[in-house]
């Protein structure tokens, strides 16, 4: 068929060839499989569905390899080098034999894959660059919780630029799914053994080389952080912080980065094995899935913990599954993941070395994302984008050099040093934050406290009270009829009653159009905008595995310090519990609503 054809070509150009014969030897039949349509990041299902449906990885990774060669010049074929690796879950390790043995049927000239096939998310987009390769395949289901009985698998594709794939491109994927006939695989091919560095020649015209997944990434982290003055601070003894890896991939990159590099006692990490099935944990930094962190720190909601019975540590921080998102935690304190960039943003010039030379110019966030970050940049007089929810939005205004610093409330943050977000980096921005801030107090006197520093940000921009309620695989009928009749409202101002009064709100759609390509995005997301600058947002997840997600964002905003305001006086408006500062909001939506009736609930299954 067509895609045979193309595929002959590829191979052909690559090996500078003019036929290839060969290539039929490693062809099978298959057929399409229904649902390999990419979610928000990449394809996911749970292991029981990937496992007992016969060619399942087979059939997405030929669709991706066919819509590569499509796109693909003679020229460039010569050298399609392809990086592979994920987040350490169970089935990636058969998933790699895979993908390997279908790159050598396809004509891919070499594979870069991870030792023992780990590599976070931002490491492997810090490896696409590096190393200049075509694109790189991640095995991920990020935070959804991994293993045999009841875990997820993931797969997606990252492309030269180093960051997701592009709409356009997963919509082809997902086309050439549907139609897919046949794939290539070699299964003459030795297995290759990925558990030490080095390269092994398999076949003439195509090698695999294993890399050690921590080292590029790395010595990139060198370039954009002072390093050294990070150890000196993380050194210090007044000073501690727990890290938890949530036993998956960013286990690996915290020994290295943090006890190897910055010297920091080993007993700083927690939960950092690579464990198959992350050792039973659900790989997500929020208060729910990382609480046990959450508690060492005294930042749970108050209510549910003494918050002054004893020493807690100063800083706290954990990643996900695949290493891409951040929680950030002070002692008796959590950082909203809205807040964290938007002091990221405030603090970047001044204390990272890598924005000393890419001044800042612009930075975004995604539509749900509370509107801190906007304040920081109408003072510095950046430009502020408000993209859909998902990390590849980010992509084309990144590489437009319209932005520096981008994040979104789904606890990713990053930066231009990669193309996707980047939990690590986080860790080590608010690390040199405070760093920063110790280094001019009194000498003698401990690291300032990260209450302070969010006090004084408060204080200077206002307060984005923010919260989100997530109501996880409801039934996916309800999920859309809510939609649809919240939709229904959409262009009309609304008049409801509340307990504290009349509610007016005007109601309206996000749609996204993208400043570089023109590319368009519809229907991300409905928003409630009431008359006192409060908002309420509902959109459904695009990343679970089963069911419908609906996610309701719930944001306050409360004015910065006035001039002849007392410091306590603004704390009592500004230092209030979210959940308590939130609540007339959270009872308005759910009455006027009826979410909880609509989706057979009686509460969120998950806070943030
Ligand atoms: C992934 C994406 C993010 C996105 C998040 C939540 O982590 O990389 O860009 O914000 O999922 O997406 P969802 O569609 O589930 O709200
Ligand atoms: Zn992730």
Not at 33 to 56: D, H, W, Y
Not at 337 to 355: H, L, N, Q, R, T
Request: net charge negative; charged share 20%; hydrophobic share 40%.
């Amino acid at each position: 068929g067509a895609s045979a054809r193309r595929l002959t070509q590829w191979r052909a150009a690559a090996a500078g060839q003019t036929s290839t014969d060969t290539q039929h030897q490693y062809r099978k039949a298959t057929a399409p499989i229904a649902g390999q349509k990419t979610g928000t990041s990449g394809l996911r299902k749970t292991v029981q569905e990937v496992q007992r449906t016969p060619n399942f990885v087979e059939n997405w990774i030929q669709a991706l390899f066919n819509v590569l060669s499509e796109s693909r010049d003679a020229a460039s074929a010569a050298a399609c080098v392809l990086c592979l690796g994920g987040d350490g879950r169970y089935f990636n390790r058969e998933a790699c034999d895979v993908i390997i043995r279908m790159a050598a049927a396809n004509g891919v000239n070499k594979i870069i894959v991870g030792r023992d096939g780990i590599m976070s998310t931002p490491a492997m987009s810090a490896l696409i660059r590096a190393r200049k390769a075509a694109g790189g395949i991640i095995l991920t289901a990020s935070h959804n919780p991994g293993g045999p009985e009841h875990g997820d698998w993931g797969i997606k594709y990252n492309i030269q630029s180093g960051g997701p794939a592009t709409e356009a491109l997963t919509d082809k994927i997902f086309a050439e799914t549907l139609s897919i006939t046949e794939f290539y695989l070699n299964d003459r091919m030795e297995p290759t053994d990925l558990s030490c560095v080095g390269t092994k020649h398999c076949d003439d015209g195509f090698c695999v080389e294993v890399v050690d997944p921590v080292h590029e990434y790395a010595k990139l982290l060198e370039t954009v952080f002072d390093m050294n003055r990070l150890a000196a601070f993380v050194q210090r003894p007044d000073f501690s912080f727990v890290y938890d890896g949530m036993n998956a991939v960013s286990g690996e990159y915290a020994y290295r980065v943090f006890v190897g590099r910055l010297g920091a006692p080993a007993d700083s990490l927690r939960n950092c094995k690579c464990l198959e099935d992350f050792g039973g944990i659900h790989p997500d930094p929020n208060l729910t899935y990382a609480a046990d962190l959450a508690r060492i720190l005294g930042a749970l909601p108050s209510g549910s913990e003494d918050r002054c019975s004893e020493k807690r540590p100063d800083f706290g921080a954990a990643s996900d599954g695949d290493g891409d998102r951040n929680m950030i935690l002070g002692a008796n304190l959590f950082v909203s993941p809205s807040d964290s960039v938007a002091v990221i943003a405030e603090y970047a010039e001044a204390v990272i070395p890598y924005f000393q030379v890419n001044s800042i110019t612009g930075v975004a966030r995604s539509m749900p994302t509370s509107r801190a970050l906007d304040q920081v940049a109408a003072r510095r007089g950046w430009s502020c984008y408000e993209t859909p929810t998902g990390w590849k939005y980010f992509g084309n205004l990144m590489d437009a050099g319209r932005i520096a610093i981008c994040g979104e409330e789904s606890f990713g943050t990053g930066s231009t040093h990669v193309r996707e977000k980047d939990g690590l980096w986080a860790v080590l921005a608010w690390l040199s934050i405070l760093e920063y801030r110790s280094r001019s107090a009194p000498s003698g006197s401990a690291p300032v406290s990260m209450s302070q520093i969010m006090q004084e940000h408060w204080h200077k921009y206002g307060r984005h009270y923010y919260g989100r309620h997530d109501y996880e695989k409801v039934q996916s009928d309800a999920a859309d009829q809510l939609m649809a009749w919240l939709r229904s409202f959409v262009g009309s101002e609304v008049s409801a009653a509340s307990q504290e009064g009349a509610c007016n709100f005007t109601v309206d759609e996000f749609s996204y159009v993208d400043p570089v390509d023109g590319s368009s995005a519809s229907q991300q997301g409905v928003r409630l905008l009431f008359t006192d600058g409060a908002r309420v947002v509902f959109r459904l997840s695009g990343t679970g595995s089963s069911g419908a997600t609906v996610r309701v964002y719930l944001e306050r905003y409360e004015p910065p310090r006035a001039p002849n305001e007392s410091a306590s006086a603004a704390d009592s408006r500004l230092a209030r519990d979210v959940t308590v500062a939130l609540d007339p909001l959270v009872q308005f939506v759910a009455q006027w609503t009826s979410i909880h009736a609509r989706l057979c609930r009686t509460s969120p299954d998950v806070i943030t």
